[in-house]
């Protein structure tokens, strides 16, 4: 059932932008849901404040083409995501797929009118924006830090976070949710053991 335009339905938001991206898709008490799953989903995904901020300047529409673009970087970004989780390559395929998505965009660098340097995103296509900013970014956190790029631990959970953390031991999408869920099994088994 498609969402309705409104309020982001989604378990985690305010990731780095092509983790957002792949968090569009998530796991409830319902199932599988999936916010891509219509223009009325790219729209709560385009107004919501990461996205909103990158790709302000191209004003993305919430139609076919984007949401198809999208689609398309998702799936690379899943298979990118999914090599890094299990520290090995990343597929050649979904390599070539993030390539294809960088190459319809391009940073130019210029001086402003303020006499300052300004780097300014053009794309071949209005509709490649999302998809070319979502993909910028995933080459920003693996030249950083790519280590902190995780899946989160629950089994059952398909979001991503960047670990942000001190320490870096971030395990949990949400200690709110995941994590005390896993807080709460440990205890049920340490009751149920004890009372055996």
């Not at 899943?78 to 391009?106: C, F, I, K």
């Not at 953390?165 to 053991?193: P, V």
Request: aromatic letters at 6%.
């Amino acid at each position: 059932m498609p969402h309705p335009v409104g309020a982001d339905p989604r378990p985690l938001t305010g990731e780095p932008l092509a983790l957002d991206l792949l968090n569009t898709r998530w796991i409830d008490a319902e199932g599988p849901r999936d916010l891509l799953e219509s223009p009325d989903g790219l729209a709560i995904w385009l107004g919501s404040p990461p996205v909103r901020e990158q790709t302000a300047p191209l004003a993305p529409a919430a139609d076919r083409a984007t949401l198809d673009r999208l689609l398309e970087t998702r799936t690379a970004l899943e298979a990118l995501a999914s090599a890094a989780a299990l520290d090995e390559p990343a597929a050649a395929g979904a390599t070539a797929a993030l390539n294809t998505v960088l190459a319809h965009g391009r940073i130019r660098r210029a001086l402003g009118a303020d006499g300052l340097p300004e780097s300014l995103v053009e794309v071949d296509d209005p509709a490649w924006g999302p998809a070319w900013y979502a993909a910028d970014n995933w080459l920003k956190l693996v030249a950083g830090r790519p280590d902190r790029i995780r899946p989160c631990a629950n089994d059952a959970c398909v979001l991503h976070f960047y670990d942000v953390s001190k320490n870096g031991t971030r395990r949990w999408c949400s200690m709110a949710g995941c994590g005390n869920r896993a807080k709460a099994q440990r205890h049920y088994a340490r009751r149920t053991n004890a009372g055996a």
